[in-house]
Nanobody, 123 residues
Framework: QVQLVESGGGLVQAGGSLRLSCAAS????????MGWFRQAPGKEREFVAA???????YYADSVKGRFTISRDNAKNTVYLQMNSLKPEDTAVYYC?????????????????WGQGTQVTVSS
């Protein structure tokens, strides 16, 4: 059974930075793509970033150049470094583990999810 536990969320002023972590257990972490999604109140869950098993990265246009996804296979952990945060980045951020090694931007294709961590950016 896959377990994903996010951490690192919090309250930050606009322009600030946060680093989210997601610790995984239950499957051979290095074999699977990982993704980050977010959901703001009243909105649908949206893709933020993803990383393949070979560390090829993908980003939503809204975060490109500000966010960086990375993974440490030795620690079974995926990270999301968020810089130049904006109030519109406020959301619950979820990490997800893919079905295979190739990531996707489609949330329904990720079978395993964490519980989420709140990120609030004040103006």
């Amino acid at each position: 059974q896959v377990q994903l536990v996010e951490s690192g969320g919090g309250l930050v002023q606009a322009g600030g930075s946060l680093r989210l972590s997601c610790a995984a257990s239950g499957r051979t972490f290095s074999n699977y793509a990982m993704g980050w999604f977010r959901q703001a109140p009243g909105k649908e869950r949206e893709f933020v970033a993803a990383i393949s098993r070979n560390e090829i990265t993908y980003y939503a246009d809204s975060v490109k150049g500000r966010f960086t996804i990375s993974r440490d296979n030795a620690k079974n952990t995926v990270y999301l470094q968020m810089n130049s945060l904006k109030p519109e980045d406020t959301a619950v951020y979820y990490c997800a583990q893919g079905q295979g090694s190739i990531p996707t931007m489609t949330a329904t294709l990720y079978p395993s999810w964490g519980q989420g961590t709140q990120v609030t950016v004040s103006s």
